[in-house]
């Protein structure tokens, strides 16, 4: 993943204070929904570059990544102030492999997110793996205030696609709102609020749960669901759940 290509940015959305997504054209290489670019500045004389997922689905363009600007840290600072038509350069080839490939079908497709992870699972709602091989998909989106719920007519319209196949649960640990659950995310899961409210269990025998975020939550998780019988998913010995940690 160390070929660049130069890349124009060619959109820009501001959610909220420090919470971006830029849409840039780069002649990148195909990529499976799940996985990963690099973009990177060039500040004095260094490449900066880091990973970000691909919120836009393979078969659509520009590609899209989704960010929060960390104070202090070499690129996001820089990154938020891109403007349309800067340049930036892109990784030629995606990486990673936290996709549905290989992951065997199940009742239920839990999508756990915190933050801006919940790019990766866009991607992947977009394409038909996801339809075709889970009776049930629910994504569940960790945040710590409702402004932070970014993607929310992306999600309605797969909402209004999808039907019941489709739930969406918001959990802010910040504040209360009306419709999401309180909390974070492992809390819900341990008290099981989670389950009851999206009414399906997490199970060996129905589950496959993906995991992407923050490492707390991730660490956290994996207890939860290896204490439950769930074992981690490997491309040539199928288990009942993946992680990708951003940090
Ligand atoms: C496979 C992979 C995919 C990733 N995808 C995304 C993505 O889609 N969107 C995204 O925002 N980030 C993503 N990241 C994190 C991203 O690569 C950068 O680390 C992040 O944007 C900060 O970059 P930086 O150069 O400003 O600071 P860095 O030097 O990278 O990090 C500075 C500090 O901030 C912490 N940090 C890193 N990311 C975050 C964050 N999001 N929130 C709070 N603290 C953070 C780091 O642990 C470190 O302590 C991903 C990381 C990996 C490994």
């Given at each position: 993943m160390s070929e660049w290509v130069k890349g124009t940015v060619v959109g820009k959305h501001i959610w909220t204070d420090g919470l971006y997504s830029i849409q840039v054209d780069a002649p990148m290489a195909d990529f499976t929904a799940g996985q990963y670019t690099k973009i990177a500045l060039d500040i004095g004389t260094d490449r900066v570059g880091r990973p970000y997922s691909l919120v836009n689905a393979p078969q659509d363009r520009p590609l899209e990544v989704l960010f929060n600007e960390v104070p202090g840290g070499p690129l996001t600072p820089r990154l938020s102030e891109l403007k349309i038509g800067d340049p930036v350069w892109v990784a030629a080839q995606a990486g990673g492999i936290f996709t549905l490939e290989s992951v065997?079908?199940?009742?239920?497709?839990?999508?756990?997110?915190?933050?801006?992870?919940?790019?990766?699972?866009?991607?992947?709602?977009?394409?038909?793996?996801?339809?075709?091989?889970?009776?049930?998909?629910?994504?569940?989106?960790?945040?710590?205030?409702?402004?932070?719920?970014?993607?929310?007519?992306?999600?309605?319209?797969?909402?209004?696609?999808?039907?019941?196949?489709?739930?969406?649960?918001?959990?802010?640990?910040?504040?209360?709102?009306?419709?999401?659950?309180?909390?974070?995310?492992?809390?819900?899961?341990?008290?099981?609020?989670?389950?009851?409210?999206?009414?399906?269990?997490?199970?060996?025998?129905?589950?496959?749960v993906m995991l992407c975020g923050n490492s707390a939550m991730i660490k956290d998780a994996k207890q939860i669901l290896e204490a439950r019988g769930l074992v981690r998913h490997r491309r040539h010995a199928p288990g009942h759940y993946s992680a990708e940690q951003y940090h």
């Open positions: 065997q079908p199940a009742d239920t497709l839990w999508l756990l997110a915190t933050g801006t992870a919940i790019g990766v699972y866009l991607s992947i709602l977009r394409t038909a793996a996801p339809w075709e091989h889970f009776k049930r998909v629910i994504l569940v989106h960790g945040v710590r205030a409702a402004a932070d719920l970014v993607y929310g007519e992306t999600l309605a319209s797969i909402a209004a696609q999808r039907g019941p196949q489709f739930s969406l649960i918001p959990a802010i640990s910040r504040e209360t709102q009306a419709q999401a659950l309180h909390g974070r995310i492992t809390d819900l899961l341990t008290s099981g609020a989670l389950e009851e409210r999206a009414a399906a269990r997490i199970d060996p025998e129905s589950s496959h």
